[in-house]
């Protein structure tokens, strides 16, 4: 069976649903708020590299940008933001109808792994970026879930 990954078109696949999620944040109020005050010019690049090394591709994102523990201090340090999680992972939801990846089960699994990440690892510090320890790696995502 081929990975999640593969499955969601690979680092192609991935950079067009990162793009589309992009747009879609970019056009929500709420979410958009988290990038009002700007974001990498290569943010979209950035969001499907990691993406694709969760899911079982090549490690591009830990060799060019950086681990888990960079990433997590971006979003760490803001609080709780139970709306805005939800409705990132709405805007995900229509992303993957944009990006042409609605064909279950592979939906499924990318809504499930987005959903995972945005309540978990990505809130898991809500008081201060620097409660998030160093060292930590990108968790990875299969078919079955998150892997040991």
């Given at each position: 069976m081929s990975s999640v990954y593969e499955a969601a078109g690979g680092a192609e696949g991935l950079l067009h649903l990162a793009g589309a999620w992009h747009r879609r944040v970019m056009d929500d109020e709420v979410v958009g708020h988290a990038f009002s005050h700007g974001f990498h010019p290569r943010h979209t690049e950035r969001l499907a590299a990691y993406w694709g090394e969760?899911?079982?591709g090549p490690a591009?994102?830990?060799e060019r940008y950086?681990?888990?523990t960079s990433v997590v201090r971006m979003h760490s340090g803001n609080g709780a933001?139970?709306?805005?999680?939800?409705?990132?992972?709405?805007c995900f939801d229509q992303a993957l109808a944009d990006a042409g990846?609605?064909?279950e089960p592979l939906r499924g699994v990318l809504h499930d792994y987005f959903a995972w990440a945005t309540t978990t690892t990505m809130a898991r510090y809500p008081e201060s970026a620097d409660d998030v320890p160093a060292g930590l790696s990108i968790p990875r995502w299969n078919w079955d879930g998150p892997q040991a």
């Open positions: 969760a899911l079982g591009t994102y830990s950086g681990d888990e933001h139970e709306e805005m999680d939800r409705r990132a992972i709405a990846l609605s064909a």
